[in-house]
C-alpha cells in the first residue's frame, strides 16, 4: 500500500495592527454604563455585600479577640 498526499487547508484569522477598533463598542460609555447598572441593581448588591461584609468583620474582630484574650 502506498501512501495518499493530503491536502490540509487552513485558516488563520489574525487581527490588522491597523484596523484594531474591533473592541471599540465595548468600552464606549463606560461610566455611564457601570452607573446605570449599579443604580438599577443597588438593592441586590447590597443585599449581597452586607452578609460577606458583616461575616468579614465578625471573624477579624474574633481573631483579634482571641491575640488579645490572654492580656486581661
Request: without cysteine; aromatic residues 16%.
Amino acid at each position: 500500500m502506498g501512501k495518499v498526499p493530503v491536502r490540509l487547508r487552513e485558516v488563520a484569522y489574525s487581527l490588522s495592527p491597523n484596523h484594531q477598533y474591533i473592541m471599540r463598542g465595548l468600552f464606549k460609555d463606560w461610566g455611564y454604563k457601570l452607573n446605570k447598572k449599579f443604580h438599577e441593581n443597588w438593592v441586590s448588591a447590597l443585599t449581597l455585600i452586607t452578609p460577606v461584609a458583616g461575616t468579614y468583620w465578625f471573624a477579624e474582630n474574633y481573631r483579634e479577640k482571641e491575640k488579645l484574650h490572654h492580656r486581661y
